[in-house]
């Protein structure tokens, strides 16, 4: 599964930015999804999940409230909505699938990954 990331950019504090993420081929129906996220010289972290048919939700709490995570299963997406950007925020952010289904927060978890979206925010 090739995995692309898109929708990042340089952005104020307090701006919204959704985040996208598609595949051409394989549908991604059949995989629990995620994003991550990656500061400079830090790990990468656990930002969202999302079940098969996006019924269940699981966020970082750096993010909870004021994030949405979101799958359109027909064409093949998965967003992120993060609203109230802080320079904290700021990272390249990944979208990842997991073939195992689990809905996981660790990124050990996660088979196929996209190349990464970069969100930098300024104060």
């Known amino acids: 599964v090739q995995l692309q990331a898109s929708g990042g950019g340089s952005v104020q504090a307090g701006d919204s930015l959704q985040l996208s993420c598609t595949t051409s081929g394989r549908t991604l129906s059949s995989y629990s999804l995620g994003w991550f996220r990656q500061g400079a010289g830090k790990e990468r972290e656990f930002v969202a999940t999302?079940?098969?048919?996006?019924?269940?939700?699981y966020y970082a709490d750096s993010v909870k409230g004021r994030s949405t995570i979101s799958r359109d299963n027909a064409k093949n997406t998965v967003s992120l909505q993060v609203d109230s950007l802080q320079p904290e925020d700021t990272a390249v952010y990944y979208c990842a699938a997991d073939r195992y289904r689990r809905n996981s927060d660790d990124v050990a978890d996660y088979t196929y990954w996209g190349q990464g979206t970069l969100v930098t925010v300024s104060s």
């Open positions: 999302i079940s098969l048919n996006g019924d269940h939700t």
